[in-house]
Each structure stands twice: as C-alpha cells, then as structure tokens.
C-alpha cells in the first residue's frame, strides 16, 4: 500500500515556503554579519579561539527554484490529479 501522495500544486507550495524561509534567514544572517565579524575579529586578537576556514554550502534556494520551475512545467498526471 503506497504511503501519502502530495501532487505537484502541495509540492511547489511546500518549496515556496521553504525558499521564503531561508530567505528571511539569509536577510537576518546578513543583518548579524558585521556583529559576528567583528566578534570573531576580536577573537582572533586577543587569541580567545582558534581561527576556523569558512565553507560555501550549496544554495538551498537555487536548487528549490530550479525545482518548482520543473514541477510547474511538467502536465500533472491524471491519476494524481485525482486526488
């Protein structure tokens, strides 16, 4: 017995409050950045902690706009649609 099925109209609006999400975390991250900078910097002065490498993730964002826009252009299958 196949679980919960979510068509592609649930799918895309699941993304788009997940990509809004990130985003307004995104916005405070930028708004803290200069804080948690100059945090870090003095940090570094007085030897408090050991510097770390900073990473780039992959953008979350991208890849769920690239997906809804692969949803959105692909016909809803009868059966799904359905439902």
């Not at 770390?52 to 016909?75: A, C, F, H, Q, Y």
């Amino acid at each position: 017995m196949p679980g919960p099925t979510m068509n592609n109209q649930e799918a895309i609006e699941m993304m788009n409050c997940c990509k809004q999400e990130i985003v307004s975390l995104r916005a405070t991250i930028d708004r803290l950045q200069p804080k948690a900078d100059a945090y870090d910097n003095l940090a570094i002065v007085l030897h408090l902690l050991p510097a770390t490498e900073r990473r780039m993730g992959e953008n979350v964002v991208w890849v769920l706009d690239k997906r809804i826009r692969e949803l959105e252009s692909k016909p809803q299958p009868i059966a799904d649609a359905a439902e």
